[in-house]
Nanobody, 124 residues
Framework: QVQLVESGGGLVQAGGSLRISCVGS????????MAWFRQAPGMEREFVAR????????DYADSVNGRFTISRDNAKNTVYLQMDRLKPEDAATYFC?????????????????WGQGTQVTVSS
């Protein structure tokens, strides 16, 4: 069974840091373009960051560029999202996604494997 499992969400003060993780099961994250999306209550799911499959290239939404870092540890079959200088508007449920392509996409409809999400709350 192919699945992604996120963890590491929680409550953090504005300005603080948090690292969330996504472990692959039944798939090798090294063989996929990996991405993080987030969804706040009443809002659409939005792109946060992606890591290309074949290169070390990454791509970030303007709202998080310079504050968030996506990385992968292939030995642990895990993708991370390091979130620094968190803002209240970063609060959301964060989802990990995988796509069997070189670059992935900024569009959630392009991804076929999703995790269940991990909630991040940022207090002001």
């Amino acid at each position: 069974q192919v699945q992604l499992v996120e963890s590491g969400g929680g409550l953090v003060q504005a300005g603080g840091s948090l690292r969330i993780s996504c472990v692959g099961s039944g798939l090798a994250v090294s063989s996929y373009a990996m991405a993080w999306f987030r969804q706040a209550p009443g809002m659409e799911r939005e792109f946060v960051a992606r890591a290309y499959r074949d290169y070390d290239s990454t791509d970030y939404a303007d709202s998080v560029n310079g504050r968030f870092t996506i990385s992968r540890d292939n030995a642990k079959n895990t993708v991370y999202l390091q979130m620094d200088r968190l803002k209240p508007e970063d609060a959301a449920t964060y989802f990990c996604a995988a796509e069997n392509s070189r670059c992935g996409s900024r569009f959630s409809t392009e991804y076929h494997v999703w995790g269940q999400g991990t909630q991040v709350t940022v207090s002001s």
